[in-house]
């Protein structure tokens, strides 16, 4: 048995009590985010990576990660201590691993982007894991929109349609070579999904 599922059954056995924690807190500082062009609670997407992150091996403090992890970029650097002083230095680390800026307003889309998958070179699986994790949910959710809403949904974010298309390419290409595995093949099919369904290169 791996590290990840000895540190689960410790988990289970004091009822994921530090899970809840993270849960309550993510509830907390995101209760009035909603998904970007939707109505749907931002915590839906925490909760869906955390469940991506268990599902995929991860354990407590990475699921815990997984439901802080856009705390520190959509919210304030302010809540790296407060992570760090009630979850740890790993989830803390995890958090700022994830997290592609920390200050606002936020630098030039193209070069923020850049940067993070630059990041992700040197980062650990730890980031790795919550953030392939994030990535295929984000890819699943902007698949689905676009049956329903077509090209327009790249209106929502500030890459458009080539820019998205590449980030998301480009994370697919990365996170195969870093992290090979189940969850990074949904990635890769979920891309080729939305280059599909938004018609690139058939025009």
């Known amino acids: ?22 849960v309550a807190f993510a509830i907390e500082v995101h209760a009035k985010q909603v ?6 609670p931002y915590i839906s997407h925490l909760l869906s990576v955390a ?6 091996g991860g354990d407590e403090e990475q699921a815990v990660a997984a439901m802080l992890h856009d705390a520190v970029e959509d919210v304030g650097p302010h809540l ?30 193209q ?9 992700l070179e040197t980062a650990s699986p730890d980031v790795w894991l919550v953030s392939l994790a994030d990535k295929v949910h984000n890819a699943r959710t ?3 929109d ?9 209106g929502r974010f500030r890459g ?11 994370l697919a290409s990365v996170f195969s070579r870093l992290l090979p595995g189940p969850l990074a093949q949904e990635l890769v099919e979920a891309v080729r999904l939305i280059r599909d369904k938004s018609g690139v290169g058939s025009d």
Request: glycine fraction near 10%.
């Open 1 to 22: 048995m791996n590290d990840a599922a000895d540190r689960n059954i410790a988990s289970a056995e004091r009822g994921w009590s530090r899970l809840a924690e993270g």
């Open 35 to 40: 998904r970007k062009g939707s109505n749907t």
């Open 51 to 56: 469940g991506l992150v268990l599902e995929h």
């Open 80 to 109: 790296e201590s407060v992570i760090r002083a009630r979850f740890g230095d790993r989830v803390a680390d995890i958090v700022l691993g994830c997290t592609d800026a920390d200050e606002f307003p936020k630098p030039p889309w």
């Open 111 to 119: 070069a923020r982007k850049e940067a993070y998958i630059a990041h």
């Open 142 to 144: 902007i698949a689905t």
């Open 146 to 154: 676009l049956r329903s809403q077509g090209r327009a949904v790249f």
């Open 160 to 170: 458009g349609l080539d820019g998205t298309i590449w980030y998301y390419e480009t």
